[in-house]
């Protein structure tokens, strides 16, 4: 089993950045796709971003221009530079990876991340 851990979450005013953390127990170099989504109060879990191994990312709408992921496969760490925070991206944030489309995904704890306007 893969164990992923969260962390660099607080609290933080509109306006202000964060920095996430994703360990991994192992290499993170196995994993084709990692990313990060988050959930929030009374919402559904909603995905946030997503890089390959080859470092192309993708990211949601409400993120795009403000987040950005990143990898370091030496430190078995991925990253999430969050900048220009929004109340709106309160949420517990969870990042996942899986070695390819057929094999299962494995999630971190989270951390929480909370934004005061």
């Known amino acids: 089993q893969v164990q992923l851990v969260e962390s660099g979450g607080g609290l933080v005013q509109a306006g202000g950045s964060l920095r996430l953390s994703c360990a991994a127990s192992?290499?993170?170099?196995?994993?084709?796709?990692m990313g990060w989504y988050r959930q929030a109060p009374g919402k559904q879990r909603e995905w946030v971003a997503t890089i390959t191994r080859g470092e192309s990312t993708n990211y949601a709408d409400s993120v795009k221009g403000r987040f950005t992921a990143s990898r370091e496969n030496g430190q078995n760490t991925m990253y999430l530079q969050m900048d220009s925070l929004k109340p709106e991206d309160t949420a517990v944030y969870s990042c996942?990876?899986?070695?390819?489309?057929?094999?299962?995904?494995?999630w971190g704890q989270g951390t929480q991340v909370t934004v005061s306007s």
């Open positions: 996942t990876a899986r070695r390819d489309s057929s094999s299962p995904r494995y």
């Open positions: 192992g290499s993170i170099g196995s994993f084709n796709t």
